[in-house]
């Protein structure tokens, strides 16, 4: 018999995942948690496996070794039928929050209720209302996603990834593209609806001055490792070198600027790309 996980179990578990895309290594062992209630932040330079790792906890992509678990259970040994059950309860707010753009706001924000739930339409248009309400933008329902500025759309886009009240909220890089007031409401934002549903959330961001507002724990990654880690105040008062970089947005440091190649010496003379 399997006994349900014990109540202080982190909701989010990887230990000594690894991920690969064919022959390229992403992640070289990654052992990262997630509370229950807990908002994390994953950080690190672009392209160092932050996306990757979100899909892994989505179940959209599974791990060379090692384990990702939700809520106690193994993605790797779940049929199709329960992961598709397991990532109704995963709200997901990818890059840029695409909104349909044939559709209305309301309609955008119903869409994910209409697809797996059978409620009927009174409930689900008094729903839609209250996600509305709860991100500022019920006046905007009848508005077409082309009426709307940018920080709006994102907040539209985040009454859609909790439309079905996910017990797991995913973001990556909420805050892009956000003029610095919009980017903190999405940012207070962030952090409210995941309290009010007793939620938890995972997200990927380079904004490390945002995040270190609204988040409990912080991830660095780099190179597929984790380098640094901590709450906001051990991380403000870090003196780890990557930590120093990020924080401070120094263009030189651990982070490399370059994508790997071979010296620029060996290609010179027209001996290679
Ligand atoms: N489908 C894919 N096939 C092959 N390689 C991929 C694929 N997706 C990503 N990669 C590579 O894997 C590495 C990690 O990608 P990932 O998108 O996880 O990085 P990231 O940290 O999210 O980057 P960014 O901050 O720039 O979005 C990158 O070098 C990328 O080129």
Do not use: W
Not at 119 to 138: N, S
Not at 147 to 153: D, N, R, Y
């Amino acid at each position: 018999m399997s006994l349900p996980p014990e109540p202080s179990a982190p909701l989010v578990s990887l230990r000594d995942v690894r991920f690969a895309y064919g022959e390229r290594e992403v992640l070289r062992g990654i052992d990262l948690s997630v509370h229950r209630g807990q908002v994390v932040a994953i950080m690190g330079g672009s392209g160092c496996g932050k996306t990757t790792l979100l899909r892994l906890i989505g179940g959209q992509l599974r791990a060379s070794s090692g384990t990702v678990e939700v809520e106690g259970r193994n993605m790797a040994s779940l049929s199709g039928g329960e992961l598709y059950a397991l990532r109704r309860r995963m709200g997901m707010l990818f890059q840029f929050g695409a909104l349909f753009t044939d559709m209305s706001v309301f309609d955008n924000v119903a869409f994910p209720m209409r697809e797996h739930t059978s409620l009927p339409a009174g409930m689900i248009r008094d729903l839609v209302m209250m996600k509305l309400q709860a991100v500022g933008l019920r006046g905007a329902a009848t508005l077409s996603p082309g009426e709307l500025s940018g920080g709006m759309a994102r907040r539209v886009a985040l009454a859609r990834a909790v439309a079905l009240d996910p017990m797991l909220i995913l973001y990556d890089e909420p805050f892009a593209g956000l003029d610095p007031i919009s980017l903190g409401i999405i940012g207070q934002l962030i952090r409210r609806l995941n309290d009010a549903l007793g939620a938890s959330s995972v997200m990927v961001t380079h904004d490390v001055h945002e995040s270190l507002e609204i988040v409990d724990y912080i991830y660095f990654v780099s190179d597929g490792r984790i380098v640094a880690r901590g709450t906001p105040d051990e991380i403000r008062a870090s003196g780890d070198p990557f930590v120093h970089q990020f924080v401070n947005a120094e263009a030189d440091g651990p982070v490399p600027f370059h994508y790997p190649a071979p010296p620029i010496d060996s290609l010179l003379g027209g001996r290679g790309v």
